[in-house]
């Protein structure tokens, strides 16, 4: 029961975050389509990193374990991005 409790919470803080850095604005949004203004691109790769330094250090200390992944279906993910970048370019968010 705690793990949903903690996966609740620190999705919460990291929407938080991403409203206090003004990252939910449609200009914001619009303007990384438009190669202007690369603060969601960074906060999300920061946001990234920080996820994977925390899981490969905790992966270190012997306290989880990776589930292997099975094989992607290329053509499937590549179309699936296609359609969802271009629906969230087109609507501006």
Same mark, same amino acid.
Do not use: E
């Given at each position: 029961?705690?793990? @949903?409790?903690?996966? +609740?919470? +620190?999705?919460?803080?990291?929407?938080?975050?991403?409203?206090?850095?003004?990252?939910?604005?449609?200009?914001?949004?619009?303007?990384?389509?438009? *190669?202007?203004?690369?603060?969601?691109?960074?906060?999300?790769?920061?946001?990234?990193?920080?996820?994977?330094? $925390?899981?490969?250090? *905790?992966? $270190? *200390?012997?306290?989880?374990?990776? @589930?292997?992944? @099975?094989?992607?279906?290329?053509?499937?993910?590549?179309?699936?991005?296609?359609?969802?970048?271009?629906?969230?370019?087109?609507? $501006?968010?």
């Amino acid at each position: 029961m705690a793990v @949903p409790l903690i996966t +609740l919470f +620190l999705g919460a803080c990291f929407g938080f975050s991403l409203n206090k850095a003004g990252l939910t604005k449609y200009h914001k949004i619009v303007n990384v389509f438009r *190669l202007t203004d690369m603060a969601v691109l960074q906060f999300m790769m920061t946001a990234l990193v920080v996820a994977m330094i $925390g899981l490969y250090g *905790l992966r $270190g *200390l012997g306290l989880i374990t990776f @589930p292997t992944v @099975p094989a992607t279906y290329i053509v499937g993910n590549l179309v699936g991005g296609l359609i969802f970048g271009v629906g969230m370019a087109l609507t $501006g968010y």
